[in-house]
């Protein structure tokens, strides 16, 4: 899954900045806030291909989800349909 890759990448990046940040003698608050504004660039840079791929995954995602495919709403409606022909409803009440 590309979203995972990509989550991975970006706190591995925030783990180097912060080793970095300690090693450069930064510490408490600061060594924090400048580690999350470092990784954050540094991934918009370099991380750009993973995040498109991510962002294709959620969209492909998000589609299949619309149009039916996949998720608890085609469940409940195949139970739905069965049932009614269970019982001889059709869907009425």
Same mark, same amino acid.
């Given at each position: 899954?590309?979203? #995972?890759t990509?989550? #991975?990448l970006?706190?591995?990046? *925030?783990a180097?900045?912060?080793?970095?940040g300690?090693?450069?003698?930064?510490r408490?608050? *600061?060594?924090?806030? #400048?580690?999350?504004v #470092?990784?954050? $660039?540094?991934?918009?840079?370099?991380?750009?291909?993973?995040?498109?791929?991510?962002?294709?995954? *959620?969209? !492909?995602r998000? !589609?299949?989800?619309?149009?039916?495919?996949?998720? *608890?709403?085609?469940?409940?409606? !195949?139970?739905a $349909?069965?049932?009614?022909?269970?019982f001889?409803?059709?869907?009425?009440?």
């Amino acid at each position: 899954m590309p979203l #995972v890759t990509y989550t #991975v990448l970006r706190l591995l990046l *925030l783990a180097a900045a912060i080793g970095v940040g300690y090693a450069a003698g930064l510490r408490s608050w *600061l060594l924090l806030l #400048v580690a999350i504004v #470092v990784a954050f $660039a540094v991934s918009y840079l370099v991380l750009a291909r993973q995040k498109d791929a991510a962002a294709l995954w *959620l969209a !492909e995602r998000a !589609e299949r989800r619309r149009s039916g495919d996949e998720g *608890l709403g085609k469940v409940i409606d !195949e139970d739905a $349909a069965a049932e009614d022909s269970a019982f001889g409803t059709d869907g009425e009440r």
